[in-house]
Nanobody, 114 residues
Framework: QVRLVESGGGLVQPGGSLRLSCVVS????????MGWYRQAPGKQRELVAR???????NYGDSVQGRFTISRDKAKNAVFLQLDDLTPEDTAVYYC????????WGQGTQVTVSS
């Protein structure tokens, strides 16, 4: 089956950094715009970053200047570098195609706390 697998989350202190990875098995998303989403308890799922096949990237206002999205087409992988983290960034982070999304993966938990 086609599966999205996110990894790289963890517990970090405010101001810390993490690098999240997303890989797809059983398919390819190199021809699609990919996004990183997050969902905090009691909140709607939020698109925080997206990257087009050509590499053009866009970010949500809440993460602009702190997060960087990238992709490695040879590895069917998308990455999200999270810098200068704050407690408000605490959420489960997911990747998916922005259009024609696949079934959601399990996500990876990012917890920012001192």
């Amino acid at each position: 089956q086609v599966r999205l697998v996110e990894s790289g989350g963890g517990l970090v202190q405010p101001g810390g950094s993490l690098r999240l990875s997303c890989v797809v098995s059983g398919s390819s998303f190199n021809g699609y715009t990919m996004g990183w989403y997050r969902q905090a308890p009691g909140k709607q799922r939020e698109l925080v970053a997206r990257i087009a096949p050509a590499g053009n990237a866009n970010y949500g206002d809440s993460v602009q200047g702190r997060f960087t999205i990238s992709r490695d087409k040879a590895k069917n992988a998308v990455f999200l570098q999270l810098d200068d983290l704050t407690p408000e960034d605490t959420a489960v982070y997911y990747c998916n195609r922005v259009v024609f999304p696949l079934s959601w993966g399990q996500g990876t938990q990012v917890t920012v706390s001192s």
